[in-house]
């Protein structure tokens, strides 16, 4: 999907996309995008598959934040997040569940998260994010990446990122990893939400000076772009994975 959202001083250009892995129906995506444009926040979440309600976990931390007031401090995160944990859990009371469906729910649900805050009413417009996995917001200017989030590299990426996890009893390890970070946004900037295994092509393609990560935004219509990351994925270059993006430009407001 494609909108514009004008603000005070830019306007956004917004492009969505969200695909299952090659062969799996859209209701198995356990990826997740939520959009407040009228607060101007953004979230994608990305559920652990082998997770107990790992699609469920992911949905409530993405839709939940972009409904908040606020960017959230580290602790402030920490805090949501444990309430949101609560919540879940006491949704499963009363369930039916096989010993191994229950052995899992005691454990909880795991998932990576980013969420962005756009201020663009102020003289300088900025964004604020809170991340923690490997689900990461890029910052692009021009050929220059300001920002990668909470990972910089595609050989970051691995089969072990601390997770955000629904069982409070978790946290004492885990929220040592939040990555709280914020930039100013200019007219012409790209900020990308991205789920892990098209993050990790994006940054590859970035560092390989290949064009192509930036070229389908520009060149491909919306009908076309899924069919394109599809095409990546079965040539090997994106790992078969769910793939969630976000995509936020950023326009000189329009003085018409």
């Known amino acids: 999907m494609s909108s514009v959202k004008q603000s005070v001083t830019l306007d956004l250009q917004l492009r969505q996309l969200l695909l299952p892995k090659l062969g799996q129906e859209a209701s198995e995506c356990e990826d997740v995008i939520a959009v407040d444009a009228e607060r101007y926040r953004f979230a994608v979440a990305d559920g652990a598959t082998e997770a107990f309600a790992a699609r469920r976990w992911a949905e409530r931390l993405a839709q939940q934040w ?108 885990s929220m040592k990893s939040v990555v709280i970070d914020s930039g100013n946004c200019e007219s012409g900037d790209v900020l990308m939400l991205m789920s892990d295994a098209v993050a990790s092509w994006y940054l590859k393609c970035f560092e390989n000076d290949d064009l192509a990560a930036e070229d389908c935004f520009f060149t491909r219509p919306d009908n076309e772009l899924g069919e394109f990351f599809d095409q990546e994925r079965r040539a090997g270059r994106i790992r078969n994975d769910d793939l969630a993006i976000v995509r936020i430009e950023f326009k000189e407001r329009s003085m018409g």
């Open 66 to 173: 972009v409904r908040r007031e606020s960017t959230l401090t580290s602790e402030e995160f920490r805090d949501w997040v444990a309430a949101e944990g609560r919540e879940l859990h006491e949704s499963w009371n009363g369930l039916s569940l096989s010993w191994y469906a229950e052995a899992k729910a005691r454990t909880g649900s795991f998932a990576a998260f980013v969420g962005v805050e756009l201020d663009l009413k102020s003289v300088l417009p900025s964004w604020k994010a809170v991340a923690l996995g490997d689900t990461c917001l890029l910052h692009r200017r021009g050929d220059v990446l300001v920002k990668s989030l909470p990972l910089a590299r595609s050989d970051c990426f691995n089969n072990a990122p601390i997770l955000v996890a629904s069982n409070c009893a978790l946290h004492e390890t």
